[in-house]
């Protein structure tokens, strides 16, 4: 089973080489763990691993990160044409809306876990 949780952004990235060299999808740099306001994480989507994933942003050394989950391209959907998977905007509509995400990871987290169930 893949690791979930490593321990900075650059360990994250070395245990995948795809990771190095894709594009990314940025889904905003304000979330947060629960009802704490500190520290920020910035939550991304990898083209080439089709993985979302979570880097808390500190002074220093980004870290940890954090794999939130795998978002595959819905068939007949070409990636290189179409990086904003129609499945990742579905689950994670609304993510920019305080109101509907609340910046929390556990929306995002919930999200993800109920597009598995489907």
Sequence with gaps: MEETEYPTLA???SARAERRISPETEFG??????????PLWR???????HELYAVRLMPGIPGPARLLGVVPPEPGTDPRRDPY???????LDG???ADVSGH????????LAAARQK
């Excluded at 998977?85 to 689950?91: E, F, G, H, P, V």
Aim: no cysteine; net charge neutral.
């Design 11 to 13: 360990a994250f990235y």
């Design 29 to 38: 740099v304000d979330w947060r763990a629960g009802n704490r306001d500190w």
């Design 43 to 49: 939550v991304s989507y990898i083209w080439k691993t």
């Design 85 to 91: 998977q129609r499945s990742l905007d579905k689950i």
């Design 95 to 97: 993510y920019a809306d």
């Design 104 to 111: 929390d990871l556990a929306w995002v987290e919930q999200r």
